[in-house]
């Protein structure tokens, strides 16, 4: 498997690792591609009851890397080419690639726990709700600064699911870290742990819940997702990727197909968050 993703499986828990530390784990089309084949694989795998999503380096995620390489912008990253692709474009890159995998991680039958650590932003949030269990280190913080850009809010619209409308709109609205300490209170997360401590807690979490019959899990998870599939979650976020790429089609026509404007925007978000 590329080195982007480190993944190993260790007594029945397959560790799934984002290797990317000196980008701060930004997501690449190729990070994403190999960090889902890492869940299909962990999901066939007849071995493996529980899967821990974590990451090398100081932060979780920084989200996407909207660094366009110059020999790269003919195929992976024809979507950010506004100006020929368009809106559809936009839409269906994103669709597959963004909202498509979380969707399908947050599906996975297995129970996941996501480990993380510094700064979990935007896109890094795709990578944490979808998983069953997120356990912080004290110094994780949460941030969807897509506001800022013109957009509503991460492909993936966890934020009220997550942490009820009121949290979620001063979420967006402002763009403010949400601190683990308050992400744990508001129930978004499920433990705060000492950041030298969370490595070993969350295998050690993980550890517990492979002592389980993965019959049981499997319908463990179900039961819970289903509950919140019926309270209409699926169409809800299918309703949030949609509003997402209606902010990204004002961006598009407010900027005359010009793709300058939102990756130099994001780049100096980037630059003031550190
Ligand atoms: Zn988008």
């Known amino acids: 498997m590329n080195e982007t993703v480190l993944y190993e499986v260790r007594d029945s828990i397959a560790f799934i690792t984002l290797n990317r530390p000196e980008v701060h784990n930004a997501q690449n089309p190729e990070l994403l591609e190999v960090l889902d084949?890492?869940?299909?694989?962990?999901?066939?795998?007849?071995?493996?009851?529980?899967?821990?999503?974590?990451?090398?380096?100081?932060?979780?995620?920084?989200?996407?890397?909207?660094?366009?390489?110059?020999?790269?912008?003919?195929?992976?990253?024809?979507?950010?080419?506004?100006?020929?692709?368009?809106?559809?474009g936009q839409y269906l890159w994103e669709q597959s690639h963004y909202f498509e995998?979380?969707?399908?991680?947050?599906?996975?039958?297995?129970?996941?726990i996501a480990a993380v650590q510094g700064a979990c932003i935007a896109a890094g949030l795709m990578l944490a709700w979808p998983c069953d269990l997120i356990i912080a280190a004290d110094n994780a913080w949460f941030s969807d600064p897509t506001v800022v850009m013109g957009i509503a809010g991460v492909e993936y619209h966890g934020h009220t699911w997550e942490l009820g409308p009121r949290k979620a709109k001063q979420m967006l609205f402002t763009a403010d870290k949400v601190s683990a300490a308050e992400?744990?209170?508001?129930?978004?997360?499920?433990?705060?742990?000492?950041?030298?401590?969370?490595?070993?807690?969350?295998?050690?979490?993980?550890?517990?819940?492979?002592?389980?019959?993965?019959?049981?899990?499997?319908?463990?998870?179900?039961?819970?997702?289903?509950?919140?599939?019926?309270?209409?979650?699926?169409?809800?976020?299918?309703?949030?990727?949609?509003l997402h790429e209606m902010g990204h089609a004002q961006c598009i026509a407010r900027s005359a197909g010009e793709t300058a404007v939102l990756t130099r925007d994001v780049a100096e978000l980037r630059k003031k968050s550190g």
């Not at 920084?62 to 990253?77: I, T």
């Not at 995998?101 to 996941?112: D, I, L, Q, T």
């Not at 401590?197 to 997702?225: H, P, Q, T, W, Y």
Request: hydrophobic share 45%; proline share 4%.
């Open 37 to 88: 084949q890492c869940w299909t694989s962990a999901a066939q795998d007849e071995s493996v009851k529980v899967i821990l999503l974590q990451a090398n380096g100081r932060n979780f995620s920084a989200g996407h890397d909207l660094a366009v390489p110059e020999d790269r912008k003919s195929d992976v990253f024809a979507n950010f080419d506004y100006k020929n692709r368009g809106v559809a």
């Open 101 to 112: 995998y979380s969707r399908r991680w947050r599906n996975n039958p297995k129970p996941s």
């Open 183 to 242: 992400a744990h209170r508001l129930g978004m997360v499920n433990e705060v742990v000492p950041l030298e401590e969370l490595a070993a807690f969350s295998a050690a979490l993980a550890g517990r819940i492979a002592e389980r019959d993965l019959f049981s899990l499997v319908m463990a998870k179900r039961v819970v997702n289903q509950t919140v599939d019926i309270m209409g979650q699926p169409a809800a976020l299918q309703s949030g990727f949609d």
